[in-house]
């Protein structure tokens, strides 16, 4: 019998068969396995190795503290997202959609960093032309900034030289020669996501990776690869779109609940300081179907304007479509109000999306979903100095959320005369009382007729 040369591994886990599967049986995804060559193993490498330590264990309390001192990056805003400035010997990995701006952000920062240190930008994907184009259009000049069109990572190990800052682009196109597998495997990924840290905490090199999504919006590769990384960043927003957001899912020199607002301008990606009303449209209040929200976004709030449409089906099946907010909520708060408020949906067409690009995961945007829904439904507009927030519940209750009272603030400092909300958080926030009414509520249909949607 022949001795088999390849294995099939899940692209999503990680998972290893000896045969193609249809469907992976440790993360239940389909069509994710894919064939690469067992790696070659030679005799140094099969050899025992010693059973020795270097390592001695030592109280905590003898442990000194390693004094973190932070590098700004030229960016107010993605140093805020990082925990106040770049840590020396760590590495970033940055994750998007495809023309979100990643190696637009990774090119104005290699260029601001490039005026104290040596830069080296690695381009896996574009020659170096591509990369002078991007730069030129920039307006980004300097001798300390290098650039190098390599995929090897043996090559890139050795052009690094006295670089204190790389950036690669992307890691999903680097690949090493210890394996047999193409750039872009579950093997290739780990293998040189792992050499890249041992390079970064040996040498004192902070590295910036670009990393590819898949079409969930997750980071593609194996898990390890986020595990690997000090810090992992998603940047967030629509390719039409000029504001885009950057959030940090995983840091350990810093919080993860600190986001940055940027904007794709003509001369790169700049950071947005004032971002009042970024999120809202001039005409809301005119027509139905809208309502706002104050969504907190990390440590910042902002108002958000939800819009739906609701239309006659010219199908047997209605469709229901969202942008910006999760689809099974969307489909759950049309159950509710139809079941608990007698708003029929059965037979129309719903549209729900979020102003700017902006995706909304919280539960406290429910209410205004609702009301929006209501809205279009009804064809009543809702007030444009109202906003809403609160968690819906099956039964049709409307629960309290965090950071109500940071909410409420945000709602009067951007001109608000009506807030809507949870009677649970109504006590929180008397201190408001005299600067905007306050009108708690417990169930969704009281909602409606404050609002007059019924």
């Known amino acids: 019998m022949a001795k088999a040369t390849s294995r099939y591994v899940c692209g999503a886990c990680g998972y290893v068969s000896p045969r193609w599967l249809g469907k992976c049986p440790a993360c239940e995804q389909f069509n994710t396995f894919a064939e690469e060559p067992l790696p070659v193993l030679s005799a140094a490498k099969t050899a025992p190795k010693p059973r020795f330590s270097s390592s001695v264990a030592i109280p905590l309390s003898a442990v000194e503290r390693e004094k973190l001192v932070r590098v700004k990056s030229g960016v107010p805003e993605f140093d805020n997202v990082l925990g106040g400035g770049i840590v020396p010997a760590s590495l970033v990995l940055v994750g998007g959609d495809p023309g979100v701006g990643k190696s637009t952000l990774l090119t104005g920062i290699a260029a601001n960093l490039s005026k104290q240190y040596k830069v080296l930008y690695v381009s896996a994907e574009e020659s170096c032309a591509q990369v002078k184009l991007r730069c030129e259009r920039l307006g980004v000049t300097g001798d300390n900034l290098f650039l190098l069109n390599e995929t090897c ?36 990924v780990r293998e040189c996501a792992t050499r890249l840290m041992r390079l970064a905490k040996s040498r004192g ?14 980071l593609a ?35 993860v609940q600190e986001v940055g607002v940027f904007e794709m301008t003509e001369s790169g990606v700049r950071g947005m300081s004032d971002y009042a009303g970024l999120f809202l449209s001039d005409s809301r209040g005119e027509a ?46 049309l159950a509710v109000l139809e079941k608990r408020c007698g708003i029929p949906f059965l037979n129309a067409d719903v549209y729900c999306n979020a102003m700017g690009g902006i995706r909304l995961n919280e539960p406290s945007v429910d209410l205004a979903v609702c009301a929006a829904l209501a809205s279009g439904a009804t064809g009543k507009p809702v007030d444009r100095y109202t906003a809403l927030f609160g968690e819906v ?22 001109g608000f005369r009506r807030v809507i909300l949870p009677n649970k958080n109504l006590s929180a926030c008397e201190k408001y009382r005299g600067a905007v009414e306050l009108v708690g509520v417990s169930y969704v249909g009281q909602m409606l007729k404050h609002l007059d949607l019924k």
Not at 221 to 243: I, R, S, W
Not at 309 to 321: E, I, S
Request: proline residues 2%; aromatic residues 6%.
């Open 205 to 218: 090199i902070t590295f910036f990776i670009i990393g590819h999504v898949t079409k969930e919006g997750a």
């Open 288 to 333: 139905a179907g809208s309502a706002v929200t104050p969504s907190e976004t990390g440590n910042r709030c902002m108002m958000v304007e939800l819009q739906s449409l609701v239309a006659k089906t010219a199908y047997g099946l209605p469709r229901r479509m969202s942008l910006g907010v999760d689809y099974n909520k969307l489909i759950v708060l």
């Open 393 to 414: 519940g099956l039964t049709g209750e409307v629960r309290g959320v965090s950071f109500a009272e940071k909410r409420v603030n945000e709602c009067v400092k951007m």
């Open 221 to 255: 590769g194996p898990k390890v690869l986020e595990h690997v990384m000090d810090t992992v960043l998603y940047f967030e927003g629509e390719g039409q779109e000029n504001a885009k957001i950057l959030r940090a899912v995983k840091n350990r020199f810093g919080s």
């Open 153 to 188: 990572l043996e090559n890139i190990a050795e052009n690094i030289g006295e670089s204190k800052f790389v950036v690669i682009d992307s890691i999903q196109a680097v690949y090493t020669e210890a394996l047999n597998s193409t750039a872009g495997s579950v093997g290739q």
